[in-house]
């Protein structure tokens, strides 16, 4: 599974970090966002479910809101409220089982930089 993930920089309020999942021979059972500040562990960020069911770490909820679409196998997270603490390396994430292996695998994106302002 290969992910291209777009987005990042200075970014301002509004602005999205995409990505987009793509190989064969797989189902996604979930999609997310992680993203890891200096000296830090790499933490969630929020996930989406293939069921659509969502959830946020503390510290973003009601100010990013992710969203995904199954379908075409892309994930999208939407910054609002932006404050300087959300500075980190952001990574992509996807949770994936062979449709005909059934085994389950990790897949992530090498990562973007978020940069606030403050």
């Known amino acids: 599974v290969q992910l291209v993930e777009s987005g990042g920089g200075l970014v301002q309020p509004g602005d999205s970090l995409s990505c987009a999942a793509s190989?064969?021979?797989?189902?996604?059972?979930?999609m997310g966002w992680y993203r890891q500040a200096p000296g830090q562990q790499r933490k969630l960020v929020a996930q989406i479910f293939s069921n659509g069911h969502t959830n946020y770490a503390d510290s973003v909820a009601g100010r990013f809101t992710i969203s995904g679409d199954i379908g075409k196998n892309t994930v999208d997270l939407l910054m609002n409220t932006l404050k300087p603490e959300d500075t980190a390396v952001y990574y992509c994430y996807v949770q994936t089982i062979g449709v005909r292996t059934q085994i389950y695998r990790d897949n992530w994106g090498q990562g973007t930089q978020v940069t606030v302002s403050s």
């Open positions: 190989g064969s021979d797989f189902t996604i059972v979930r």
